[in-house]
């Protein structure tokens, strides 16, 4: 063993010595050629190519090597190898990836894929802002010179694909709002996020099952609808307009939508969005599989009284075809329109061309008044769905029931059976949201089920008596109620928001 080792150093030794010679005696230029030259032979006669996937490409970093690094966390013999072990940001799951300088076999379409994970010092050497890793690491990888034409693309995309599931199931979804209006940080990135966490689920959402299930099968539809949306031509998006009173669940299903599809909410405050460009901007650096909402709509801006203004500049003797209009005069980037942000605007933002870059994305609208909207934004076609969240019906109560006192219809004695006939009766009468139904049944959620639900259905009982002696709220009422409660939670921008919401709709 000891010979081995001296014979070893010695053999070490004689090629130090060698290379030192080689430095002392050739130029750098005619090293440099000498070694081209021994790739370009070592290449011809090789029977494999090579790819290096760099972690760092220029200043940016490589979104391929995080994909293979992914990927090849989740490939099952990497369990023989020498594993890293990673937790993510604002990830619940830990992945495994392959060790500096460790290699592994992978196999596509009967195609073997060796990768090798190359880690070297390194000092940058162009200057840069941020600072830089003093590591350069690279996957590289190795297939047979006959494979890569027909292997290489595919099973790069299943790479992404693959690493783009993980990275989905791994991670919490991630709640984006765009605070700072357009502007970028320092990462060039206008939106901001934190962890989502929003319990609704569609199975607590009170709601009729039938539409529930309806509402379900339209979001799987367009979750698995890649081929369909290319074979069709139409951009792989999809609009939903919540509208209803409030307190009746717009805000919660749209995080049991989240939470179904797996999906990142960006919650889009549009009175921060100053102008068109930054609306686009913001639509730009979001990412596939998400859902872009605008809440209260109607409230959020007098986009109508703004774009009439620029419609009148860009196109002063054009016949009236309103929605069409609408959208010239966007595209038309008058002066109004890149100062101020317009209805035109949003149409592009979630029908024009801009709304196309990046795909698989979900637009959501919410409004308690869908006669306040303009025509152009509700037309069929530009929202795919329009969906009515109404006051809580008796499918409805039954799930609160459940959510909140574990009562299930057919499971209770002979009292609770005749008290759930009675809230039948009554809920319809009551016209209570499910929301106020919901704080009714929160109070008394420690009593035993029997007596939660006497509480309740005096209270119901309370509310449609109210209703029939003609002293239940009126419409004027609620919306009053409701300025007070936006003035409340934003109050700085509540007399504006509240103003908005009384502008009449400036129809041509
Ligand atoms: N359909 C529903 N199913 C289950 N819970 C609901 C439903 N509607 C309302 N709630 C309860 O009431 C609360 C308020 O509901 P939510 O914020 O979703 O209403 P909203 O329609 O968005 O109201 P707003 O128009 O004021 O924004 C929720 O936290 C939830 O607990
Ligand atoms: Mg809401």
């Known amino acids: 063993m000891k010979e081995f080792w001296t014979s070893l150093a010695s053999l070490m030794g004689v090629f130090a010595f060698f290379q030192s010679l080689l430095h002392a005696v050739f130029p750098p230029e005619l090293r440099f ?29 490589n979104e391929l090597y995080n994909a293979v690094q992914l990927y090849l966390s989740s490939s099952a013999s990497v369990a023989g190898s020498r594993l890293s072990l990673t937790r993510a940001l604002n990830s619940s799951a830990f992945t495994f990836g392959l060790s500096n300088n460790d290699r592994l076999v992978d196999t596509f379409a009967g195609a073997t894929a060796i990768w090798e994970h190359v880690v070297t010092q390194w000092q940058p050497q162009s200057f840069s802002w941020r600072p830089l890793p003093q590591e350069k690491r690279c996957f590289t990888l190795r297939i047979k010179k006959k494979d890569k034409p027909i292997v290489l693309q595919p099973y790069l995309d299943h790479i992404m694909a693959t690493a783009n599931d993980i990275r989905r199931r791994n991670q919490d979804r991630l709640l984006y709002t765009n605070s700072r209006g357009g502007a970028l940080d320092v990462r060039g990135h206008p939106w901001e996020s934190v962890p989502f966490k929003h319990p609704s689920t569609f199975e607590t959402l009170a709601m009729e099952p039938e539409r529930k299930e309806e509402i379900m099968t339209d979001l799987r539809d367009f979750a698995d609808g890649k081929t369909f949306y290319q074979k069709t031509g139409r951009a792989w998006k999809r609009g939903y307009l919540l509208y209803g009173p409030p307190g009746t669940g717009k805000s919660s299903m749209i995080a049991a939508m989240a ?84 209805l035109s605007g949003l149409l592009n933002f979630t029908d024009g061309l801009w709304s196309c870059c ?29 969906i009515f969240m109404s006051y809580c019906s008796f ?39 499910p929301a106020d139904v919901s704080e009714v049944l929160i109070k008394n959620r420690r009593k035993e089920k029997g007596g939660a639900m006497a509480e309740l259905l005096e209270v119901l009982r309370g509310q449609a008596e109210k209703r029939k002696a003609g002293g239940g709220q009126s419409n004027e009422e609620v919306e ?5 409660k936006r003035a409340l939670e934003s109050p700085k921008e509540g007399s504006e928001a509240g103003e908005d919401c009384n502008a009449e709709v400036v129809k041509d």
């Open 33 to 61: 050629a000498a070694v081209k030259l021994f790739y370009r032979l070592f290449n011809y006669f090789s029977s494999y190519c090579y790819f290096d996937i760099t972690e760092i490409d220029g200043v940016n970093t």
């Open 259 to 342: 939470n179904y599809l797996g999906y990142d909410i960006y919650d889009l405050e549009l009175t921060e969005v100053h102008t068109n460009s930054e609306l686009r901007k913001l639509l730009m650096k979001t990412t596939p599989k998400s859902i872009i909402v605008i809440e209260d709509i109607d409230c959020s801006i007098n986009l109508t009284n703004r774009n009439n203004g620029s419609r009148k500049k860009a196109l002063p003797s054009q016949p009236t075809f309103p929605d069409r209009c609408l959208e010239l005069g966007g595209m038309a980037g008058s002066d109004e329109s890149t100062k101020s942000i317009t």
């Open 358 to 386: 990046g795909s698989e994305r979900i637009f959501v609208f919410t409004t308690n008044h869908i006669e306040k909207l303009d025509p152009a934004l509700v037309r069929s076609g530009r929202m795919d769905m329009h």
């Open 395 to 433: 499918p409805a109560l039954k799930i609160l029931l459940q959510n909140y006192l574990d009562f299930v219809e057919g499971d209770g004695n002979a009292d609770e059976g005749r008290l759930l006939r009675a809230l039948e009766e009554a809920v319809g009468f009551a016209q209570m949201t």
């Open 480 to 484: 009053e109620e409701e300025q007070e």
